[in-house]
């Protein structure tokens, strides 16, 4: 079982940057693939980016690519979404996930692959 929480979104104007965190309880934070996906208004929960256990391979959605970075530190049981230049068109809930995947390079992608889900935390970015 691994319970995540989200911390980190906020009001931000164009182009500033945010860190989004998501923090796991349990011990076997380092079994789990994390995922980071984000829903807006009126649409599905999107795929942004996922990261392996070890932090070796790293995923990303093409309209984030080049803009944000998904790391991990499994010694202090967090995953982190670095975002830069920040758009409006990112304005979204961010929701963190965990898979467990054990000592493999395989990164899911799709929600339905994530067991674990955080409660979500607010990015609005504005013109």
């Known amino acids: 079982q691994v319970q995540l929480v989200e911390s980190g979104g906020g009001l931000v104007q164009a182009e500033d940057s945010l860190r989004l965190s998501c923090a796991a309880s349990?011990?076997?934070?380092?079994?789990?693939?994390m995922g980071w996906f984000r829903q807006a208004p009126g649409k599905e929960r999107d795929f942004v980016a996922a990261?392996?256990?070890?932090?070796?391979?790293?995923l990303y959605a093409d309209s984030v690519k080049g803009r944000f970075t998904i790391s991990r530190d499994n010694g202090k049981r967090t995953a982190y979404l670095q975002m830069n230049s920040l758009k409006p068109a990112d304005t979204a809930v961010y929701y963190c996930a965990a898979d467990y995947r054990p000592s493999t390079v395989v990164v899911p992608t799709g929600s339905r692959d994530y067991d674990y889900w955080g409660q979500g935390t607010q990015v609005t970015v504005s013109s």
């Open positions: 349990g011990r076997t934070f380092s079994s789990y693939a």
């Open positions: 990261i392996n256990w070890s932090g070796s391979r790293t």
